[in-house]
């Protein structure tokens, strides 16, 4: 499964860098514009320095950019573009099997490969993860971290020890520091809980059997939390989310014209003005903040990029929260926002007479999560295997905080991404799983014949 994967993702991360791209954009080397690009030549810089320097010379995050740290150690061997497409392909197969591993916790391994496909053939996501990024880094580390901690879970549950599960879970917190530590901060406290509910349904077992797997797991489990602890933090996005918490829109008046959506949403969040909440401690009402403070960033975007499929991607740019109160007003749309968008109204965009390439495709995937959600419901209900709801929960958190952060589409599509496929997964998995034990009591019981 892994070397299959591995072989596709090598395979077609070429083509598109030796024939799509250069076709579509007129990229010599294969290279996009904007952060491929960027992270490219920060890793070249870097390569260089440490030629002449040593190692002395490494930084993990040049400017901040994890990607380019890794890309510049490849880049001391060889420049040429199969060495970032080896390693992102490397990465994806990793996430695929690790995807797979999930799924198998309540599928058999064929159904579990047949519901992995649209994460493993990835057709519009491949197209980036031919490039020095950051998705392909998290795609495998949110993958190997729900693989590891949603393993040994329900290995404890079950009657037995976790094994080394933690140890993908561990791999892929690294994997996720390394180029989006905050995402340890918003797992941290919704694997805290799932730690702690877990414990307690452990603890309704008989006691001769409950400390033999539940001690060796809540030892795994305060491991695996300390570590998200540990690494939340180093990244670029990290140090601008940490400066809201002495945010002044005074600081952005040559930065963001008056009367942009941005300008307009950066008043709303100046401290002078934002309200908190008195029952919430300091901290989450300075998250809330930080939130409502990186989505006014987002609308940035609006007047420093007139692409027009850039322009209509946005949503909610009349809702711009002021207060505590009014961001968790704000809670339930972006848990829809987070999970659901981009909405059906906008699957046919068409400007100019011109498709949008992720308009054309990704609908494709949200169809399959639209039809999932619903038989994956349906089959929780049929079979009541309520563990399924363990990944379910702590994608869903994460795919929220994104909602509340993010107003562009085609930005929150890719941080979603996989958490986002893993719930689609898991809703094409109970399709299919749904059909198959249909036919089998088609089968058992057939039909009288007709007289």
């Known amino acids: 499964m892994f070397f299959a994967i591995l072989v596709y993702a090598v395979v077609a991360m070429l083509l598109v860098r030796e024939l799509a791209i250069p076709l579509r954009i007129s990229s010599a080397d294969g290279i996009l514009p904007g952060d491929p690009r960027y992270y490219h030549e920060i890793a070249l810089a870097q390569a260089q320095a440490i030629r002449v320097q040593g190692f002395v010379a490494f930084d993990l995050r040049p400017e901040g950019q994890g990607p380019a740290g890794i890309a510049s150690l490849l880049y001391l061997v060889s420049s040429v573009p199969e060495v970032i497409v080896g390693l992102n392909a490397l990465l994806h197969a990793i996430a695929g099997v690790a995807l797979v591993s999930i799924l198998m916790n309540w599928f058999s391994r064929r159904l579990a490969l047949a519901a992995a496909l649209p994460f493993v053939v990835s057709p519009y996501m491949i197209v980036w993860f031919s490039q020095i990024n950051k998705d392909s880094f998290a795609a495998a580390g949110a993958m190997l971290l729900l693989a590891g901690f949603v393993g040994m879970t329900l290995r404890m549950l079950r009657g037995a020890r976790p094994g080394g599960l933690v140890l993908l879970a561990l791999c892929g917190v690294a994997l996720l520091w390394i180029v989006r530590p905050y995402v340890n901060q918003i797992l941290l406290p919704v694997i805290a809980v799932a730690v702690l509910v877990s414990t307690a349904l452990a603890l309704r077992r008989p006691q001769s059997a409950r400390w033999v797997t539940l001690v060796p797991f809540l030892v795994h489990a305060l491991v695996l939390l300390l570590t998200l602890s540990a690494l939340d933090s180093g990244a670029r996005s990290d140090q601008t989310l940490a400066k809201f918490s002495g945010f002044n829109a005074r600081d952005y008046e040559d930065v963001v014209p008056e009367g942009a959506v941005a ?23 300075e998250k809330l903040r930080a939130l409502a403070a990186q989505r006014c960033m987002v609308f940035t975007i609006l007047y420093a990029d007139s692409n027009p499929f850039t322009q209509g991607s946005f949503v909610d740019a009349d809702v711009l929260p002021a207060s505590a109160a009014e961001a968790i007003a704000y809670i339930p749309r972006a848990f829809l926002l987070g999970l659901l968008a981009p909405w059906p109204s ?106």
């Not at 563990?387 to 795919?399: E, F």
Request: proline content about 7%; overall charge positive; hydrophobic content about 50%.
């Open 263 to 285: 300008r307009t949403c950066i008043n709303s969040v100046d401290r002078d003005v934002w309200k908190p909440l008195d029952i919430l401690p300091d901290s989450a009402n």
């Open 346 to 451: 906008s699957w046919l965009t068409e400007v100019a007479e011109h498709r949008s390439v992720f308009y054309t495709i990704v609908p494709v995937e949200v169809s399959l999560l639209y039809a999932g959600l619903c038989a994956l419901l349906a089959w929780l209900c049929l079979t009541r295997r309520w563990s399924v709801l363990l990944p379910v929960i702590i994608a869903v958190a994460v795919l929220t905080v994104y909602g509340m952060s993010t107003p562009f589409v085609g930005a929150l599509y890719r941080y979603r991404y996989p958490f986002w496929m893993c719930l689609l997964s898991l809703g094409l998995a109970a399709a299919f799983d749904s059909i198959a034990r249909a036919r089998q009591r088609r089968f058992a019981h057939p039909r009288p014949p007709v007289q």
